[in-house]
C-alpha cells in the first residue's frame, strides 16, 4: 500500500493544485492532501476554511483525503505512514527551492520526493497570482474550483475594508 503526502498552504486551492492532487491520485494507492501553514506567507483563509475547500475539491476521488497539519511535514508523514511527498513544479525557478526542500526533508527522515510538471494549461498559476488578480477585480473563474470563487471574492472585500484599497 503507497501512501504520498501532498502537501501545500492552499491559500486557496487552486485548478493548478487540483491537477497534481488528481494526478498523485492515480499514481498512489492513498493520497492525503496535506494542508500546513507556509510562516514566510500572509495568509488569506485560514485552516478549516482551507481544509473545507479542498475537501469539496476532491470529493470525488476515493483515495483521496484532506488533514490539516502544524509543525514538521516529516513528523505528518511519519505519523500517518506516507513514504513520498508529492510536489508539483510549475518552472525551473521552483526546482532550486523544493530541492532544498526534498533534500532537507530526506534528512530528516527517509521520505522520498516526488516531482510531478504541472500540466502546461496551469504553469503560470499561483494562490498568491490569484489573490492579486481578484484584489484588482480580475477574473479568475477560469483558474480556481467554482465554489472557491465566492469566499475568495468576500474575504478580499473584508481585507479592503480593514486595509483600505
Ligand atoms: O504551498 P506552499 O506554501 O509551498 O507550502 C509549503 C509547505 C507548507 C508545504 C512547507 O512550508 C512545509 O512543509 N511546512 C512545514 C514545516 C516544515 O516541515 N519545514 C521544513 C521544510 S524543509
Same mark, same amino acid.
Given at each position: 500500500?503507497? /501512501?504520498?503526502?501532498?502537501?501545500?498552504? %492552499?491559500?486557496?486551492?487552486?485548478?493548478?493544485?487540483?491537477?497534481?492532487? &488528481?494526478?498523485?491520485?492515480?499514481? =498512489?494507492?492513498?493520497?492525503?492532501?496535506?494542508?500546513?501553514?507556509? /510562516?514566510?506567507?500572509?495568509?488569506? %483563509?485560514? !485552516? &478549516?476554511?482551507?481544509?473545507?475547500?479542498?475537501?469539496?475539491?476532491?470529493?470525488?476521488?476515493?483515495?483521496?483525503?484532506? *488533514?490539516? =497539519?502544524?509543525?514538521?511535514?516529516?513528523?505528518?508523514? +511519519?505519523?500517518?505512514?506516507?513514504?513520498?511527498?508529492? /510536489?508539483?513544479?510549475?518552472?525551473?525557478?521552483?526546482?532550486?527551492?523544493?530541492? +532544498?526542500?526534498? +533534500?532537507?526533508? #530526506?534528512?530528516?527522515?527517509?521520505?522520498?520526493?516526488? =516531482?510531478?510538471?504541472?500540466?502546461?494549461?496551469?504553469? =503560470?498559476?499561483?494562490?498568491?497570482?490569484? /489573490?492579486?488578480?481578484?484584489? %484588482?477585480?480580475?477574473?479568475?473563474? *477560469?483558474?480556481?474550483? !467554482? %465554489?472557491?470563487?465566492?469566499?475568495?471574492?468576500?474575504?478580499? #472585500?473584508?481585507?479592503?475594508?480593514?486595509?483600505?484599497?
Amino acid at each position: 500500500m503507497k /501512501k504520498a503526502v501532498c502537501p501545500g498552504s %492552499f491559500d486557496p486551492v487552486t485548478n493548478g493544485h487540483l491537477d497534481i492532487i &488528481e494526478r498523485a491520485a492515480t499514481l =498512489f494507492d492513498e493520497v492525503i492532501v496535506a494542508v500546513g501553514v507556509n /510562516k514566510s506567507k500572509n495568509r488569506l %483563509f485560514g !485552516p &478549516e476554511e482551507r481544509i473545507g475547500m479542498l475537501e469539496q475539491a476532491t470529493a470525488d476521488l476515493p483515495n483521496v483525503s484532506v *488533514a490539516g =497539519f502544524t509543525g514538521l511535514l516529516t513528523t505528518f508523514c +511519519q505519523e500517518r505512514g506516507a513514504t513520498a511527498i508529492v /510536489k508539483g513544479l510549475r518552472a525551473v525557478s521552483d526546482y532550486e527551492y523544493e530541492l +532544498q526542500m526534498a +533534500q532537507m526533508n #530526506a534528512s530528516l527522515t527517509r521520505i522520498e520526493t516526488v =516531482f510531478m510538471p504541472t500540466s502546461p494549461e496551469w504553469s =503560470f498559476l499561483a494562490s498568491s497570482l490569484v /489573490k492579486e488578480v481578484a484584489t %484588482f477585480g480580475g477574473d479568475v473563474s *477560469a483558474l480556481v474550483p !467554482p %465554489f472557491v470563487l465566492g469566499p475568495l471574492i468576500e474575504k478580499l #472585500a473584508a481585507r479592503r475594508a480593514v486595509d483600505g484599497p
